[in-house]
């Protein structure tokens, strides 16, 4: 896998960010502080201060502003998205070794909130996504009800659903249906 342990725990965090839209999960999953909250200890983000309304804001119109990242249609257009988001938040790179982890480099400011946080991490991630030339692993389910996003990151780039127990399992169940019908005189 071209991608370091850091990345694929930022996109994982940007996956879920994403699906937490009422458009991919029919439901708001970020209505309040106890769901924003739940969503930094999930992703283990690191360097957060007290939560309030104004973060939550700002991370649900953060989330609005990555999805077309992964729709987008070409390399250039998910560049432009992706330095717009990143160039408005503040990025000083330092080198730290907490809560039991080794050296890594963490790129968002100190004090940076948490949206600003998110925005460089997750950002950095799908940078390192295109600058790779892996901008197909970036896709929404391939299961025509659902909108949910994924990061395709098995070898042979061979994933199409957001999950494989339901999305995936629901469109082979309907594919094999179909195909017996087909063979039914």
């Known amino acids: 896998m071209p991608f370091s342990h850091d990345v694929e725990h930022s996109l994982a965090c940007v996956v879920d960010l994403l699906n937490t ?8 999953q970020l209505a309040d502080l ?6 930094v200890q999930r992703h ?12 939550l804001v700002a991370v649900q119109q953060l989330r609005d502003r990555i999805r077309p990242v992964f729709t987008a249609t070409s390399d250039e257009q998910a ?5 717009a988001l990143v160039a408005e938040s503040p990025v000083t790179p330092r080198l730290t070794n907490h809560d ?5 480099v963490h790129y968002f400011s100190p004090g940076a909130s948490l949206a600003e946080h998110l925005a460089v991490d997750c950002g950095r ?34 994933k199409r ?21 087909a063979e039914s005189p």
């Open 21 to 28: 839209d009422p458009a991919a999960a029919g439901e708001e």
């Open 34 to 39: 106890e769901a924003l909250g739940s969503f």
């Open 44 to 55: 283990e983000v690191s360097e957060v201060g007290a939560l309030t309304r104004t973060d």
């Open 79 to 83: 560049s432009r998205l992706l330095n």
């Open 100 to 104: 039991g982890y080794a050296w890594h």
């Open 125 to 158: 991630a799908l940078a390192q996504v295109l600058a790779l030339g892996e901008r197909e692993r970036l896709r929404t389910c391939d299961a025509p009800d659902c909108h949910q996003v994924l990061v395709d990151l098995s070898r042979n780039r061979s």
């Open 161 to 181: 659903y957001c999950d494989a127990r339901t999305c995936g399992n629901r469109m082979h169940v309907a594919a094999y249906r179909e195909r017996r019908r």
